[in-house]
């Protein structure tokens, strides 16, 4: 898709398909959508009232213009209420607006950007809803089923300036590292093995000149990875442990980690998961996929911190060679775990991931996983918790998730709870009780994050969805990309 700004007025712009985002308390006084009116004889309105439009979220209003505009169809979007309107919704109008000209088999898509929002920032939401609206996964499809995006050209309108290039090429390197990452999670565990993913790595550090090194069984070995290893001993799968490095052109101002979950398949190992909790366990190197895609936006756009993204992968399997319960691991930091449950992988495969990190002395670390079912009870399926040893580093961390339009909560790590890792043969038992599930999880990785300032990120929720909302499709979501290209490749004001 061609992507371009224009500040031409609404009713003249020249497209298959024009997308006006509707405030439900504006739609009656907007001078842009009086002036459509207007143009098309009053028919806008007249519409609108018999079909019950009023802008509010989701409601969508269709129009053929018969010639009476430079577009051939009008398409109103609702966004509810001026004011309060979330960054997340002018990706989702945008999206909207793009699945319906593709539905129409339009070439040329036309959306105006809302009122408040038709700065460069704004743009760029608009260009990234567009842009991973339009994304679908079909490479299994065949026939009807897969059918071909017509959209190729899109053009965005400012209502006094017409949005900057750089605006949209900013977006375009955002959503393109979004859609590497779901395209990433939707591949079947079959395909995306930790193998691959070291390949997709590899392409990743080719493209954009990053540093790459991927550690095999033999080297996570030599390094004393037991808890990796541990996880990755099931599976007839070779694990692989990628850490790609991103370094400034000038001295870098700090360096920071990033941490992804890169369990391919999560079966539960032994305490093997029930079918239904089964089916979805490809998304569980969400996180993995999350780091690798985002480095490389991070480096396309440039940023003055040095950074590593760092990947362990692995199934996590039952079988003859399959750790198991009761067995005791000694971790690269040199802390003994005692499994009592092989289903809590992720953390094992994290506090080792962690300890490796930290040799490499960084500033910050922070790590993105599917950890537990626990934070989907607490925050629901579309947020994620975020724990810290840090406070001052979590809220700059979620000041950077609001500006990126990502869902992130805080919660708190309990000191208390850490009684429920207590294990009388070694120093922790991987699992504690039922209730605080996302918090025991934390509390096991902060042993290993010790004194460096750390963030933890469990995007267990929103990591994959079920249904179509906005930008995002069914499956993976490239949730926390965003976040950090935010974090470390801000917009420059
Ligand atoms: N990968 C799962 C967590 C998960 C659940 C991710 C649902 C996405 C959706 C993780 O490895 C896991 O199995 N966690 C267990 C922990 C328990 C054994 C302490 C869980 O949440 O049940
Ligand atoms: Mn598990
Ligand atoms: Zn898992």
Known sequence: ??????????????????????????FKESAAIRALDERLNGLVYKLAAEERFEGKPGQTLALHTHGKLGAQRLLLVGM?????????????????????????????????????????????????????????FDRYLSGDAKRPETVVEVLFVGADSAPSAAALARAEII????????????????????????????EVAAKHGLAIDVLDRARCHELGMGMFLAVSQGSIEE??????????????TRRVCLIGKGVT??????????????????????????????????????????VHAIAACTENMPSGSAYKLGDVLRSMAGKTVEINNTDAEGRLTLGDAIT?????????????????????????????????NTPALSDRWLAAAKAAGEAMWPMPLVDRLKEQLKSDIADMKNTGERYGGAITAGLF??????????????????ASATKQQGATGKGGTGFAVATMVEYLAPRRA
């Open 1 to 26: 898709m061609r992507l371009s700004g224009t500040n031409s007025a609404l009713a003249d712009v020249v497209s298959d398909l024009l997308a006006v985002p509707v405030h439900a308390d504006r």
């Open 80 to 136: 509810g209420k001026s004011g309060a309107t979330e960054l997340a919704e002018l990706r989702h109008a945008a999206a909207t607006g793009v699945r319906a000209a593709n539905a129409a088999g339009a070439r040329c898509y036309a959306y105006a950007l809302p009122e408040g929002a038709a700065d460069d920032a704004g743009a760029q939401l608009a260009a990234e809803g567009v842009l991973l609206g339009a994304y679908r």
């Open 175 to 202: 959503a393109g590292a979004v859609a590497q990452a779901r395209s990433m999670i939707n591949e079947p565990a079959a395909e995306m093995t930790p193998s691959k993913m070291a390949d997709v790595a590899r």
């Open 239 to 252: 694990p692989r442990f990628i850490h790609l490095t991103y370094t400034p052109k000038a001295k870098a």
């Open 265 to 306: 398949f999560d079966s539960g190992g032994l305490s093997l998961k029930p079918s239904a909790s089964m089916e979805d366990m490809k998304i569980d190197m969400s996180g993995a996929a999350a780091v690798i895609a985002a480095i490389g936006a991070i480096a396309a756009i440039g940023s003055d911190v040095e």
């Open 356 to 388: 490796y990190a930290r040799r490499l002395e960084p500033d910050e670390i922070f790590d993105f996983a599917t950890l537990t079912g626990a934070i989907v009870v607490a925050l629901g399926p579309y947020t994620a918790g975020v724990m810290s």
């Open 445 to 462: 990785l902060r042993e290993f994050a010790g004194e460096t300032p750390w963030v933890h990120v469990d995007l267990a929720g929103p």
